[in-house]
C-alpha cells in the first residue's frame, strides 16, 4: 500500500471534513469544536477509503 496517497486521502478528506460545519454554519470561524471535530472524521474516513479500495 502506497502511504503517500493514504496520507493524501486523509489529507483531503480532512479539509472537507473541517470546512463542512463552515459551510453549515455550525462553526462561523472554523477555529471551534465542530471543525475538529470534522477533520477528525473526514480524516479517518479518508485513511479508511484508501485502505478499502486498497491503493
Known amino acids: 500500500m502506497n502511504k503517500g496517497v493514504i ?6 478528506f480532512g479539509t472537507l471534513g473541517a470546512y463542512i460545519p463552515v459551510l453549515a454554519g455550525w462553526d462561523p470561524t472554523g477555529l471551534g469544536g465542530p471543525s475538529i471535530f470534522g477533520g477528525l472524521v473526514g480524516g ?3 485513511i479508511w477509503l484508501a485502505v478499502k479500495i486498497r491503493v
Do not use: P, V
Not at 7 to 12: D, K, N, P, Q, V
Open 7 to 12: 496520507t493524501l486521502m486523509a489529507g483531503i
Open 44 to 46: 479517518l474516513f479518508g
